[in-house]
């Protein structure tokens, strides 16, 4: 039972799937708690609700010990304490591979919920929370040690252990890539900025759970509007800079198109003041679809969910 | 978002898995979604509430068809026609089987929630609801053509089609047994009688999902009570008897352990007047454990989970 003061109830909910949303091998039970509930966490927040619980349907195979189940219930419970939420409870059954369904809950506190369709022309976009470091941490841990890193990149395989030591320390002056990876393995969504965008008077919001530009185009197609970004207003940190280097990469590219670091991103009339910790990035304009300024439709200018 | 009037909600959640909780070949893509819909409303009556929502999370191959994604969607939404409740919403993945996460919201309306743990020596135990009707269809369908029904059962293969040839029309004077493969594929919660067994003054309830004597057990653990079961209460339907002449197989042996019936089981004080759809089938007893008067441990006559 979970409590609804407001008498209604935001409810959400996500299947995550040994194999195609974690990998056992690069992630612990308590990592897997705390990613799975972070993702459900963060699309109430991005209601501009409260959490109050979530419930949890757990399938696995008989090889998965009592240690590894106990460090995930953990990371359920830990992640939820971030937010004043509970683990309300759950359904286990066997299964070939584990199968995690989380649902959470969210009391809107007397608000209307946000939605994607509520932006309109003359409104600013902006984020809160970090974009692409989760990208950089996975595209780190695919590589690997035999993945083109070659002999700088000993270690970071499965467990991805060493990378400290190969990477310089986090956030030290060589720019550690560490932190990518444990970005990756646990996201931190910044659960306060929900309900606070909700009170600043967001007209639409959601959850970056597929990459900035997919989920704006959901925002551009249910609102109408088109969107235009500022590839400049993006945080591109030392750490991905570095990744970038040893990967060949563009670190743009995982801003842009990276899902798993569930930042939020709404829209706002211009006029209102953001407080510390929401960045503009662009603004809204009549039309239609995503477009970042200066930038080639192949190097994700434009979204693919363009109508 | 879900209406939650009463300012608290109950939430169930459910996973089941192709292969063990269902099979394509056995049941509609229609069926599967009335089922895995009633599995999860019929947990929600039987904590006393009434069912306002539910939310899916789907994991399906390439291979599954839309046709069979509307069929199991129209399954859901039939389903909660029949309490009233919606479909609140879901989320969809790829995976290598069909996997449906159903989590089930219902609302009190001012009363406490009925749990299993208020069983009291003195009270009855009744049951509301089909019981064994889906373990014998069950038994057929796995029988099959080739498994042991000989000449007699041709075509109760995979879709279990021919039924109806081979053992006569169901409810007519020889009995058929189709009725019973159907109760397998489609079950038929009796929905009125959670809430009413809740005004009534139900000390304990659930819904028998797992077999009567294996749920009662946990009544039985929760409360701290015995409970005695009176064998010759229990409805054994000519249906049933012909199904268990045809497997060889003990019919009462279905109705004490078989569970995708989701009958409710619920003790009452003994001076409670119970309407029809309630059948007193045993007495709460000091002590613990689940007896059934009269009958062997061997053939169900006691729970194991007994302490």
Chains 1, 2 share one sequence.
Request: proline residues 6%.
């Amino acid at each position: 039972m979970v409590s609804a003061p407001d008498g209604r109830v935001v409810v959400t909910t996500d299947l995550l799937l040994e194999g195609r949303h974690f990998r056992r091998d690069w992630s612990s039970g308590y990592d897997i708690g705390r990613k799975a509930a972070a993702q459900n966490l963060s699309d109430v927040v991005a209601m501009g609700a409260h959490p109050t619980g979530i419930v949890v349907g757990l399938g696995m195979p008989a090889d998965v010990g009592t240690g590894w189940l106990d460090d995930l219930a953990d990371g359920f419970r830990d992640e939820c304490d971030l937010v004043g939420a509970s683990v309300a409870g759950g359904d286990t059954t066997r299964c070939d591979l584990v199968v995690i369904g989380v649902t959470a809950l969210g009391d809107l506190r007397g608000r209307a919920p946000v939605t994607r369709s509520g932006a309109r022309p003359g409104d600013v976009v902006a984020v809160a929370g970090r974009l692409g470091h989760a990208a950089a941490g996975l595209a780190l841990l695919q590589a690997g040690p035999a993945g083109g890193l070659g002999g700088a990149a000993e270690g970071l395989g499965g467990a991805a252990e060493g990378l400290d030591g190969v990477a310089g320390e986090p956030g030290g002056p060589a720019g550690g890539v560490r932190g990518l990876v444990d970005a990756h393995r646990r996201p931190r969504p910044p659960y306060a900025c929900g309900p606070q965008a909700a009170e600043l008077g967001a007209t639409s919001m959601l959850d970056v759970s597929d990459g900035l530009l997919q989920d704006l185009g959901h925002v551009s197609k249910a609102s109408g509007v088109g969107i235009v970004l500022d590839p400049g207003a993006f945080t591109v940190t030392p750490e991905m800079e570095r990744a970038a280097r040893l990967l060949g990469a563009d670190p743009v590219e995982w801003v842009l198109t990276g899902g798993e670091d569930h930042a939020l991103a709404a829209t706002f009339p211009r006029d209102v003041r953001l407080p510390s910790g929401w960045t503009v990035v662009g603004r809204v304009v009549r039309g239609s679809g995503v477009q970042v300024e200066g930038r080639a439709p192949e190097r994700g200018g434009w979204d693919h969910f363009r109508e």
